[in-house]
């Protein structure tokens, strides 16, 4: 990335496991309305979970929670 940047050359960084777009790394020079990315980060020590549609029922929280308390995962 630092090699790109000294040569104000674009840097498209893209996943090898999808076909998703990726993202265009370059100077203000080279944007033309797009929407900027500052900076990214991956920590492979953490994910963030998002349950939806539990039925508002008494233990079903518990039911999801408590299995990863008991691995000591932090929740």
């Keep these: 990335m630092e090699l790109a940047m000294k040569h104000r050359m674009p840097l498209h ?4 496991f999808s076909k998703a777009e990726g993202t265009i790394v370059t100077d203000e ?37 408590e299995p990863l308390a008991e691995a000591n995962i932090s929740v």
């Design 13 to 16: 960084v893209r996943s090898s």
């Design 29 to 65: 020079e080279h944007l033309l309305e797009k929407v900027i990315v500052a900076g990214v980060a991956a920590d492979k020590k953490t994910v963030k979970l998002t349950v939806r549609a539990l039925p508002d029922h008494p233990g079903v929280v518990a039911s999801v929670f």
